[in-house]
């Protein structure tokens, strides 16, 4: 069984479009967490949510907009694409609040390139 | 000097070989620390945690060195399964909870 998965893995798209991106893990972790990871493969966190709750927003325009409707879901939506948001996006789980000090399990990517 | 640092490399090496990489970081309140590894097109894979002075998990050897605020992984006996890259990971911010990875050092193993 997969631990942490996301949909799509990849996606395609218009510059202008609205798309979401959903996670799922079956860990039974409190938190999850959104990062992009750009073509020099760096890795920076987006955003994190704790038990449906949001404990880290990291400097991310406000077209990305993240939702939790549980704590074992995290999903992202970006509107109105641009042709910077093409990235590969990874979500990840970890048992506790202060998530930085414990190991991350991450989905497999979405890869989201905007034309 | 930025949050977290690495060589990205490539480090090229052959079979056998042992290899170093560090990762420097700057937040000195930092309590724990971490390397991924992460293969071509796949998502990082957590390999080794360190919570005080080091780790060793058989090939694979982590030391903290807080005074000088790097920490270091150590790869003996390269094998060719080992080319990946290797990220550092280590808490910042005021509360020392966000995860900040380091750009990664890229490992190339040949024959």
């Known amino acids: 069984d997969t631990a942490v998965s996301q949909t799509p893995k990849y996606l395609v798209t218009q510059m202008g479009n609205d798309k979401s991106i959903k996670c799922e893990q079956n860990?039974?972790?409190?938190?999850m967490y959104w990062y992009k990871q750009d073509s020099k493969k760096f890795l920076k966190i987006m955003f994190s949510?704790?038990?449906?709750?949001?404990?880290i927003n990291e400097t991310v325009p406000n077209r990305f907009s993240p939702k939790s409707p549980d704590k074992a879901h995290l999903n992202l939506h970006i509107n109105s694409l641009e042709l910077g948001d093409s990235a590969v996006y990874f979500c990840?789980?970890?048992?506790?609040?202060?998530?930085?000090?414990?190991?991350?399990?991450f989905g497999p990517g979405t890869r989201l390139l905007v034309l | 000097r930025k949050e977290v640092e690495q060589d990205p490399g490539p480090f090229n090496v052959p079979e056998g070989a042992t290899v170093a990489f560090n990762c420097t970081y700057s937040?000195?309140?930092?309590?724990?620390f971490f390397w991924y590894r992460q293969d071509c097109r796949k998502e990082p894979k957590l390999l080794m945690s360190?919570?005080?002075s080091g780790n060793e998990d058989g090939r694979f050897t982590a030391q903290l060195n807080r005074a000088s605020q790097y920490i270091s992984l150590l790869i003996r006996d390269s094998k060719l399964s080992d080319s990946a890259t290797y990220l550092c990971?280590?808490?910042?911010?005021?509360?020392?909870?966000?995860?900040?990875f380091g750009r990664g050092t890229s490992l190339i193993v040949h024959p």
């Open positions: 360190v919570y005080s």
């Open positions: 990971v280590v808490p910042t911010g005021g509360g020392s909870y966000i995860p900040t």
């Open positions: 860990l039974g972790h409190d938190t």
């Open positions: 949510y704790n038990n449906k709750e949001l404990i």
């Open positions: 990840a789980s970890s048992p506790f609040e202060r998530g930085a000090g414990e190991t991350q399990y």
């Open positions: 937040n000195s309140a930092s309590q724990s």
